[in-house]
């Protein structure tokens, strides 16, 4: 499910650029492939994930790190109604405090750490975003940062060094949009946890079992994927301002436009 997440972590980046009002098309470019590599984060926790392998042993050994903490929490956390279970995959990075403490972190870092900071974290989420979607968000994302630091003016990395807060909105909206989208799959996702359902801590948040789709099968690939790659597409900066204007030239009778 690695490129729906990373998709769907791209179309939300979008929306709450637009929302946030980063600023200018370059701005809203580099916070959604942000947004699109920190979807995948979460599964940081499973080793076969695409974060666990993207940089070999370094992320490998964060994996590890990760799943001990995730297990050894659940333990200590976990109602008498949990599942026996390990408590390693879909726990602790599966979570709304999660992303909400790794979005804070972040901020906090880089505005510790300067715009370096902002280059690393940006950086990872490029890659992270490529691994999943494909070669064409190096060009675009790397693209958009150029065209960034070019409009900046005299002073590229105190530009830079100011949207630490905007990072960490990418990152925490990222995280959290990978919930949202393991919580339509069967085995839901316990992202409201701690709070208490049913008697569960941990409760595996997921609609009714007919709107539920397994990963990797038929839904996703034939329904899910191409619906958010033209959401993708829409959400682009002006792209659909373009298209009304041109629906409207070529359908609407030149008297009756609306004045521009």
Known sequence: MGRSHALTGWCAGLGVATVIGTGSVEQSLVFAATTAGFALLPDLDHPGARASK?????????SWLLRKASGSFYQLTKGPRDERGKGTHRHLSHTILFALALGGLTALGTAK??????AGVVLFGLLLAEDALGDWVLPVGGGAVVWW???????PLAELAAVSGHLGIAVAVGCFTHCLGDALTESGCPFLFPLPIAGETWYEIRPPSFLRFRTGKKVENLVVFPFFVVLAVLLMPGVWE???VTAEHLFVPPSSRTAS
């Open 113 to 118: 750490g300067g715009p370096w900071a902002v």
């Open 149 to 155: 630091v070019y409009e900046a003016g005299p002073d």
């Open 242 to 244: 373009f298209l009304v």
């Open 54 to 62: 993207l940089l070999g042993p370094v992320t490998g050994g964060l």
